[in-house]
């Protein structure tokens, strides 16, 4: 247990379908971060929070949408998905981008099929 | 329950020295081995491992899989200042079908001292 918790752990939606990942941190950090596993690939770093205001979008589909109403939350929200968007998505968190090098906690990630 | 352990958790080196970072697992349907170096906020990545004893090397980066005794170990050599970061070892698993996970270790927090 990282104390970083994600749900659901497993979505399957439409592509015309809305749903919503959670992320909650439990370690009293101020970054939060949504990352983007697909097979065979590395990690790809999609949204950073740090204080609860986003420092950095790379380049995402406006289909995904981060909210991060304060610093143990970090929600993405999903829309008109396509099917090539089907991958792991995984919160991490960590003491703040103001921190020299910072330990970063992954959740367990969610498992997202678009169907 | 999938386990990814490294070790040392920290280490502080002159510049110049070699070190030897290690990570072990327990995971079924093992996929591959990945490491990653992390410095200000995103992980980059090193190497991904799928084969044993086949060396994969980046510069004076190198990395091993041992898949019979569950571990790969990162070896840097002639360490700079800037090689001071938090290596990230994660191990992918098969879940099935097009399924796959990752389970990450915490880290080993490298100090390369001038």
């Known amino acids: 247990e990282t104390g970083v918790t994600q749900t659901p752990r497993h979505l399957v939606m439409g592509m015309t379908n809305k749903k919503s990942l959670k992320c909650e941190q439990h370690?009293?950090?101020?970054?939060m971060y949504w990352y983007k596993q697909s097979a065979k690939k590395p990690l790809e770093l999609m949204f950073v929070y740090n204080f609860k205001e986003q420092t950095e979008n790379n380049s995402v589909p406006s289909r995904f949408s981060p909210e991060c109403p304060n610093s143990s939350h970090l929600f993405l929200h999903l829309h008109t998905l396509q099917p090539e968007d089907s991958a792991l998505y995984l919160c991490a968190s960590s003491q703040s981008l103001n921190t020299g090098r910072m330990r970063t906690y992954f959740g367990p990630g969610t498992r997202l099929t678009v169907t | 329950e999938d386990k990814v352990v490294q070790s040392p958790l920290s280490l502080v080196v002159h510049e110049g020295d070699t070190v030897t970072l290690n990570c072990s697992y327990e995971v079924t349907n093992f996929r591959s081995l990945l490491w990653y170096k992390q410095e200000k906020k995103a992980p980059t990545f090193l190497f991904m491992l799928t084969s044993s004893g086949i060396e994969k090397k980046s510069g004076r980066l190198s990395s091993i899989l041992d898949k019979k005794e569950l571990f790969s170990i990162l070896n840097i050599t002639a360490t700079q200042t800037g090689d001071s970061a938090i290596y990230l070892c994660?191990?992918?698993?098969?879940?099935?079908?097009?399924?796959?996970?990752?389970?990450f270790g915490k880290g080993t927090l490298l100090t390369v001292n001038p």
């Open positions: 994660a191990v992918e698993k098969d879940s099935g079908g097009s399924n796959y996970k990752l389970t």
């Open positions: 370690l009293g950090h101020n970054a």
